[in-house]
């Protein structure tokens, strides 16, 4: 079975500051990760994704990912946060076999709020 | 590309009615999902198509709900009878075999609300 867990709930950050948002995973071989972010009244849009190859993954936004087997971790950066990144962030984990072929499996969110 | 449209955007019925949600996948993909997204629950995969064929059904939360593909372009998800813990957002999203990154493409989401 596969799992993703983001442990916090939201996490506050001034504009200017970097930001950070934590993700670890359980599953079996090597995963595809992802971020999405969803913004007020919005579906998810796709960030980044991690399939295989360079640890660091760049993505949309000047997002930035960073995938760490030994940790199980796929963390979600931006060296310097805007007011506009506030939203909902999801991380997902996809196991690379074809039962699983369609199916992700998301973490509950965390809520980025960017302040002035 | 208009992306994945959904209809309607918001719904909002009594209890004991029938709901229909209506889905267009992004033309070409193969992949169809459909998700409800609550705040006690999150969001949770209720079932999947792939080429119009309902791959795994195991989210969908009981009899009540059901769930068609008739043709590539279309899908539908209806509940019946609604009850009010049905409410929620629920979201389609569609994905090209082509890419095995499996990257979803998301609607925009349907807002229910049963009384």
């Known amino acids: 079975a596969q799992s993703v867990a983001q442990p916090e709930d939201q996490v506050n950050v001034a504009e200017g500051n970097p930001l950070t948002v934590k993700c670890t995973y359980s599953v079996s071989g090597n995963p595809y990760l992802f971020w999405y972010v969803q913004y007020p009244n919005r579906g998810l849009q796709f960030l980044l994704k991690?399939?295989?190859?360079?640890?660091l993954v760049k993505g949309s936004y000047g997002f930035e990912a960073e995938f760490n087997k030994s940790q199980t971790s796929f963390h979600l950066k931006k060296p310097s946060a805007l007011v506009s990144d506030s939203a909902l962030y999801f991380c997902?984990?996809?196991?690379?076999?074809?039962?699983?072929?369609?199916?992700?499996?998301f973490g509950a969110g965390t809520q980025v709020v960017v302040t002035p | 590309d208009a992306g994945v449209i959904q209809s309607p955007r918001h719904e909002v019925t009594e209890m004991g009615q029938e709901v229909t949600l209506r889905c267009k996948p992004i033309s070409g993909h193969d992949y169809l999902f459909w998700y409800r997204q609550t705040m006690m629950r999150g969001l949770e995969l209720l079932i999947y198509?792939?080429?119009?064929?309902?791959?795994?059904d195991s989210g969908m939360p009981e009899d009540r709900f059901s769930a068609k593909m008739p043709n590539a372009s279309f899908s539908t998800l209806k509940i019946q009878p609604s009850e009010p813990r049905d409410s929620a957002v629920y979201f389609c999203?569609?994905?090209?075999?082509?890419?095995?990154?499996?990257?979803?493409?998301f609607g925009p989401g349907t807002r229910l609300t049963v009384l």
């Open positions: 198509f792939n080429n119009n064929v309902p791959i795994d």
């Open positions: 991690y399939i295989t190859g360079d640890n």
């Open positions: 997902a984990v996809r196991a690379p076999t074809t039962d699983s072929w369609g199916k992700l499996q």
């Open positions: 999203a569609s994905s090209p075999t082509s890419i095995p990154s499996n990257e979803q493409f």
